[in-house]
């Protein structure tokens, strides 16, 4: 889901081109990269605990309208999303 919003972020704001994707989904864990010429850059990682409880963790970074470069870092988990905003 996180993934697809992301892309659409990007597609909604320009046409870019892939500079660099990375991904591997196993049974139990996954991990994905990805950068993009418009500057968006996607790290996310999961692993499957207790049954169907995934843990994930990853950032995806952008440059904002007003120029600033904006950088989330999150946690999800059984508790829910858990995001943190930088913006440089």
Do not use: M, R
């Not at 892309?7 to 139990?28: I, M, P």
């Amino acid at each position: 889901i996180v993934l697809a919003c992301l892309l659409a972020v990007a597609f909604a704001n320009e046409e870019a081109d892939v500079v660099k994707s990375d991904s591997e989904v196993n049974v139990l864990d996954f991990n994905y990269a990805y950068e993009l010429t418009n500057h968006i850059k996607a790290v996310q990682a999961g692993v499957l605990k207790e049954h169907d409880n995934w843990v994930v963790s990853g950032e995806y970074e952008y440059v904002a309208p007003n120029g600033k470069t904006v950088k989330v870092t999150y946690t999800a988990d059984e508790t829910g999303y858990h995001p943190k905003v930088l913006e440089a």
